[in-house]
Nanobody, 121 residues
C-alpha cells in the first residue's frame, strides 16, 4: 500500500504565506507525478499545481506567481509554498501521488487526507 500524508495547513491573514508538505511512503516502485489539489466548500476539487519529471511544474492560472511547487525525489516528498494568500485560497488541500507499486503495475493515484487552509481577510 502507499500512504500519503499532508501537513502544514493553518489559519493565516490575507497577504501571508504557508508551506504545505506531503510525504509518500510504502511500497513504491516509481512516482510519476505529485500534485496539489484543493476543494473549497460547495465547489469541485481543482488541480492547483503539479510536478513531474517529464513536464516540470504546472499551475492553475489563479495561483501563478504566488505558489511554487517543489519536489524532493530522494524522500518522495512534495511541497507547496504559498505566498500572497487571499481569502479565495481557503480550501482543503489534498496531495495526489501518481505512482507504480511494482515495475509491472499500472499507475495509480493515491490521495492524502487533506489539510485545511484558511485565509482571513
Amino acid at each position: 500500500q502507499v500512504q500519503v500524508v499532508e501537513s502544514g495547513g493553518g489559519l493565516v491573514q490575507a497577504g501571508g504565506s504557508l508551506r504545505l508538505s506531503c510525504a509518500a511512503s510504502g511500497s513504491i516502485y516509481r512516482i510519476t507525478a505529485m500534485s496539489w489539489y484543493r476543494q473549497a466548500p460547495g465547489k469541485q476539487r481543482e488541480l492547483v499545481a503539479s510536478i513531474s519529471t517529464f513536464s516540470g511544474a504546472n499551475y492553475t492560472d489563479s495561483v501563478k506567481g504566488r505558489f511554487t511547487i517543489s519536489r524532493d525525489n530522494a524522500r518522495n516528498k512534495v511541497y507547496l509554498q504559498m505566498s500572497s494568500l487571499i481569502p479565495e485560497d481557503t480550501a482543503v488541500y489534498y496531495c495526489n501521488v501518481r505512482a507504480r507499486r511494482h515495475i509491472r503495475d499500472p499507475q495509480n493515484d493515491y490521495w492524502g487526507q487533506g489539510t485545511q487552509v484558511t485565509i482571513s481577510s
